[in-house]
């Protein structure tokens, strides 16, 4: 069993629609993935239909941004159900917040840069939560830079001063919502430190208290010693441990199965999904 439980389609800022992602993710002989596009849910039906011709099975997910007082984290929310009022007013407020601050970042970076509002919609276009890699896009597109990756290394990239961090709601009541819709929360890349602050363990002590049941140990921005140092963590506060590839299609080097969560970790997880 090969299962990815980690991966963005064009709903957010993955280059892939979430069918696309569905036939690469049968391609890469996957036989479960998940579908978490940044707080939203739009890709799950076209995601569905796709992985049921394909005899692949979809796990719906959602990658809610959250913070620990002004430091970014991303959760992962497996099967929540997706009409809850709490959960979808979360999503709507971020996805708002979002545009307000893609617009400042862009108003920043055009005082040294050519690059418009305009260049940015165009890329952000079909798109439901606008995120910095669009705005990367455009950059690319204009040929000021090669990949989304120079972009971020340059410009883009938290601590620049080209940077504005977005609205997004404390960690406790994501982890609090998610559970209340039925849905089992994963700490996305908890020692990803290279893009930005990461939380101290005490955190991930606190959180595992409030309802988290895992955390994504085995990612591509994990190297050896954090992916120890999150295991024994994770063994320490009773959560288990995850593993996926976190694919954005041709936006990030990263491929479809390059790290895989076990199997009995998949049926725990779902055991947990009331
Ligand atoms: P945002 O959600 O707007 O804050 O942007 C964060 C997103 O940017 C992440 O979800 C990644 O998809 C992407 N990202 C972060 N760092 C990089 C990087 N070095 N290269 C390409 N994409 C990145
Ligand atoms: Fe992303
Ligand atoms: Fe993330
Ligand atoms: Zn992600």
Do not use: C
Not at 136 to 153: E, I, T
Not at 241 to 268: C, F, I, M, Q, W
């Amino acid at each position: 069993m090969r299962i990815d439980l980690h991966t963005h389609s064009t709903v957010s800022d993955g280059t892939g629609s979430p069918a696309q992602v569905m036939r690469e993710a049968a391609d890469a002989g996957l036989d479960v993935v998940a579908l978490a596009d940044h707080d939203s849910t739009a890709g799950w039906d076209e995601a569905q239909a796709e992985a049921d011709a394909l005899g692949i099975e979809l796990v719906p997910a959602i990658e809610i941004s959250a913070k620990d007082r002004w430091v970014s984290i991303h959760l992962l929310a497996y099967w929540p159900r997706r009409d809850d009022p709490t959960l979808v007013d979360m999503m709507e407020a971020t996805r708002a917040a979002r545009v307000g601050r893609a617009q400042q970042i862009v108003e920043r970076i055009a005082a040294d840069y050519p690059l418009t509002w305009d260049d940015v919609a165009t890329h952000a276009h079909g798109s439901v939560t606008v995120g910095r890699p669009h705005i990367a896009d455009a950059l690319v597109a204009k040929g000021v830079f090669p990949s989304r990756d120079a972009v971020f290394a340059e410009v883009l990239r938290n601590g620049s001063r080209y940077y504005v961090p977005h609205y997004a709601p404390d960690v406790r009541d994501v982890i609090r919502a998610v559970r209340a819709a039925g849905g089992v929360p994963v700490f996305a890349h908890p020692g990803a430190h290279t893009r930005g602050r990461i939380v101290p363990d005490a955190v991930i002590a606190d959180l595992a208290s409030v309802g988290l049941a895992a955390l994504e140990v085995d990612h591509r921005d994990h190297d050896d010693e954090a992916r120890e140092r999150l295991a024994a963590l994770a063994d320490r506060h009773g959560l288990l441990r995850t593993g996926s590839s976190d694919y954005h299609g041709t936006g990030k080097l990263n491929r479809l199965g390059e790290n895989l969560t076990a199997p009995e970790v998949l049926e725990a997880l779902r055991a947990q999904h009331a």
